[in-house]
């Protein structure tokens, strides 16, 4: 039997978890609503979903605040709190094959890409953010000697994770793991088109020990369950990741209700900067292609608009042409396919009609262009490249959120700088060159929370990460994700 006949076999025995997670049970949403869970791969429907609406959040906030409140996970000692979040994560781990094959067939992705990117990023994530719990001091004014002055860090209380669905564990684990090992309760609303993944480690949460209503998911749809958490008046905080337009939302619903705290890593449309002098154009061209259709282009970092020096311009774009071929779609449930599905048809739908858009305005498709696999009943693209792109055309301005790749030419390093930054977006910037004294110029000319030099993807859990301009507001990863789950208290005391 082969692996993905194995994967297959395996999937007539799966049990999906498609209820809410409310108070350390599942439940049906009030209303008794349901909502089709459809793998892309093959447009067949998996299970029916509880679709939450505003009385479930209702109900998930008041568990929420009354275990809050309690104590019995804010206040605990830090070394506790810290080993039940490692039990979380160990089990997490045990049941990594699992969650693979679920969010392979819940959003389409390679399963070997779920099995040891999504999933090791995962594990990887919840241990890094247990092991901080306490690990981190707080603070003492340098003030007279007759008084104390202290800077404690305190918990915000509940906590909403609104996440999308391009890697709906990793996005929902870089807030979950910080937000619970700060001691807040979390709320989790995992995107309608991948709840699968949340749902099941509900239970894992409660198994390593975390209190009822700490740990608590709630799927639904964005109008629906989302608002009702973004417009709640006992919700202190929203962490949001998904669409700009949606991050705008939540800083409307924080306004006209509680002013709830929000932090948004939003969308993107990164430059990927080639200089002549790139020390190994062949490298530099495989990473260009893996940069753009990596996760079928669905990345919020994706490489998307690619800025080549004139002089290696021809010489380049043959070497990503031939790269490109090798992200052809495949089955996701094959070990050996680099890229899969989209997330859904509409997304599908979307991508074809922006390939549509750039050759009316008149950018030419060098490769691919088409819809594939169709025969399958899923809804593949295959990896796109298109030339003769000029910065202002909606493909270069837009996040397509798909394997779709602009490429643009420049003359010199203040134009790439220039074309770069001329974007509403700056989440990541990617420069490649042998001479560091233009790398540093350019790294600091660029208006990006990130900039790889001589790389594409330099991200890691010791490192923040989140958008300049458009792109968001705060923090992910690293112990800089500790600002925005806690609030800061001065408590000033007088020893005279
Ligand atoms: P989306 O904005 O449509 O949805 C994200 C989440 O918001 C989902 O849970 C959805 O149900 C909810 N939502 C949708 N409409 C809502 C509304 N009116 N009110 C409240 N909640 C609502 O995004 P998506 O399509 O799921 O994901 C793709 C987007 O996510 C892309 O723009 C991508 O760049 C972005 N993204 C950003 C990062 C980052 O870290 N910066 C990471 C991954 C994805």
């Given at each position: 039997?082969?692996a993905?006949e194995?994967?297959?076999?395996?999937?007539?025995s799966?049990?999906?978890?498609?209820?809410?997670f409310?108070?350390g049970k599942y439940?049906?949403?009030?209303?008794?609503k349901?909502?089709?869970?459809i793998?892309?791969?093959?447009?067949?429907v998996l299970?029916?979903v509880a679709?939450?609406?505003?009385e479930d959040v209702?109900?998930?906030?008041?568990?929420?605040r009354?275990?809050?409140?309690?104590?019995?996970?804010?206040n605990?000692?830090?070394r506790?709190?810290?080993?039940?979040?490692?039990?979380f994560?160990?089990?997490?781990?045990?049941?990594k094959d699992?969650?693979a094959?679920?969010?392979t067939l819940?959003?389409g992705?390679?399963?070997?890409?779920?099995?040891n990117?999504?999933?090791g990023?995962?594990?990887n994530c919840?241990?890094?953010?247990?092991?901080?719990?306490?690990?981190?001091y707080?603070?003492?004014?340098?003030r007279?000697p007759d008084?104390?002055s202290m800077?404690t860090r305190e918990?915000?209380g509940?906590?909403?994770a609104v996440?999308?669905?391009?890697?709906p564990?990793?996005?929902?684990?870089?807030k979950?793991?910080?937000a619970?090992?700060?001691g807040?309760a979390?709320?989790l609303?995992p995107?309608e088109?991948?709840p699968?993944?949340?749902?099941r480690?509900?239970?894992?949460a409660?198994?390593?020990g975390i209190?009822?209503?700490?740990?608590q998911?709630?799927?639904?749809f964005?109008e629906?369950a989302?608002q009702?958490?973004?417009?709640h008046m006992?919700?202190?905080?929203v962490?949001f990741?998904g669409?700009?337009?949606?991050?705008?939302?939540f800083?409307?619903?924080s306004g006209?209700?509680?002013?709830?705290?929000?932090?948004?890593?939003?969308g993107?449309?990164?430059p990927n900067i080639?200089?002549a002098?790139?020390?190994?154009?062949?490298?530099?061209?495989k990473e260009?292609?893996?940069?753009?259709?990596?996760n079928?282009?669905?990345?919020?970092?994706?490489?998307?608009r690619?800025l080549?020096?004139q002089?290696v311009?021809d010489?380049?774009?043959e070497?990503?042409?031939?790269y490109?071929e090798?992200?052809a779609?495949g089955?996701p449930?094959?070990?050996k396919t680099l890229m899969?599905?989209?997330v859904d048809?509409s997304?599908?739908s979307?991508?074809?009609?922006?390939i549509?858009?750039g050759q009316k305005e008149?950018a030419?498709?060098?490769?691919?262009?088409k819809?594939?696999?169709?025969?399958?009943?899923?809804?593949y693209?295959?990896?796109?490249v298109?030339?003769?792109?000029?910065n202002?055309?909606?493909i270069?301005q837009?996040?397509?959120?798909?394997?779709?790749?602009?490429?643009?030419?420049f003359k010199?390093?203040?134009e790439?700088?220039e074309?770069?930054?001329?974007s509403i977006y700056?989440l990541?910037?990617?420069l490649w060159t042998?001479?560091?004294?233009?790398?540093?110029?350019v790294a600091?000319?660029?208006?990006?929370?990130?900039?790889?030099?001589?790389?594409?993807?330099?991200?890691?859990i010791?490192?923040p990460?989140?958008?300049?301009?458009?792109?968001?507001?705060?923090?992910?990863?690293?112990l800089?994700?500790f600002d925005k789950?806690?609030q800061?208290?001065?408590t000033y005391i007088?020893?005279r």
């Amino acid at each position: 039997m082969s692996a993905a006949e194995d994967y297959r076999h395996q999937i007539t025995s799966i049990s999906y978890r498609n209820k809410a997670f409310i108070n350390g049970k599942y439940v049906d949403a009030a209303s008794g609503k349901t909502f089709d869970c459809i793998s892309p791969i093959d447009g067949r429907v998996l299970t029916k979903v509880a679709a939450c609406d505003k009385e479930d959040v209702d109900r998930a906030v008041k568990a929420g605040r009354a275990a809050f409140e309690s104590g019995k996970w804010s206040n605990i000692a830090p070394r506790k709190r810290k080993k039940i979040l490692q039990k979380f994560a160990a089990l997490v781990e045990q049941h990594k094959d699992e969650l693979a094959l679920l969010e392979t067939l819940d959003m389409g992705k390679p399963i070997s890409e779920s099995l040891n990117s999504d999933m090791g990023g995962v594990v990887n994530c919840m241990e890094w953010f247990a092991e901080s719990v306490d690990k981190i001091y707080d603070e003492l004014a340098p003030r007279r000697p007759d008084s104390v002055s202290m800077i404690t860090r305190e918990p915000l209380g509940i906590v909403a994770a609104v996440v999308p669905w391009n890697f709906p564990l990793m996005m929902a684990a870089w807030k979950y793991s910080p937000a619970l090992a700060a001691g807040n309760a979390v709320i989790l609303k995992p995107a309608e088109q991948s709840p699968l993944t949340a749902l099941r480690i509900a239970e894992l949460a409660s198994e390593a020990g975390i209190p009822d209503g700490i740990f608590q998911v709630v799927p639904g749809f964005g109008e629906t369950a989302g608002q009702a958490l973004g417009m709640h008046m006992d919700v202190d905080m929203v962490a949001f990741t998904g669409s700009t337009e949606v991050g705008k939302y939540f800083l409307k619903y924080s306004g006209e209700s509680n002013m709830k705290h929000i932090s948004l890593e939003c969308g993107g449309k990164s430059p990927n900067i080639i200089f002549a002098d790139v020390h190994d154009l062949d490298y530099a061209a495989k990473e260009a292609a893996a940069g753009v259709f990596y996760n079928s282009g669905q990345v919020c970092t994706a490489a998307t608009r690619l800025l080549i020096q004139q002089d290696v311009r021809d010489a380049f774009l043959e070497k990503v042409a031939k790269y490109s071929e090798a992200w052809a779609p495949g089955d996701p449930l094959d070990p050996k396919t680099l890229m899969g599905s989209m997330v859904d048809e509409s997304q599908m739908s979307r991508v074809m009609s922006y390939i549509d858009v750039g050759q009316k305005e008149g950018a030419k498709v060098a490769v691919g262009g088409k819809q594939a696999l169709s025969e399958t009943g899923g809804f593949y693209v295959q990896p796109t490249v298109f030339e003769a792109v000029n910065n202002n055309m909606r493909i270069a301005q837009e996040e397509i959120f798909g394997p779709v790749l602009s490429t643009i030419t420049f003359k010199d390093e203040a134009e790439a700088v220039e074309i770069a930054n001329n974007s509403i977006y700056g989440l990541q910037a990617n420069l490649w060159t042998r001479d560091v004294k233009k790398a540093h110029n350019v790294a600091r000319a660029l208006r990006a929370g990130t900039v790889n030099v001589n790389a594409t993807d330099g991200g890691d859990i010791t490192a923040p990460f989140g958008g300049y301009k458009q792109s968001g507001i705060g923090r992910d990863k690293s112990l800089h994700a500790f600002d925005k789950y806690t609030q800061l208290k001065h408590t000033y005391i007088h020893l005279r």
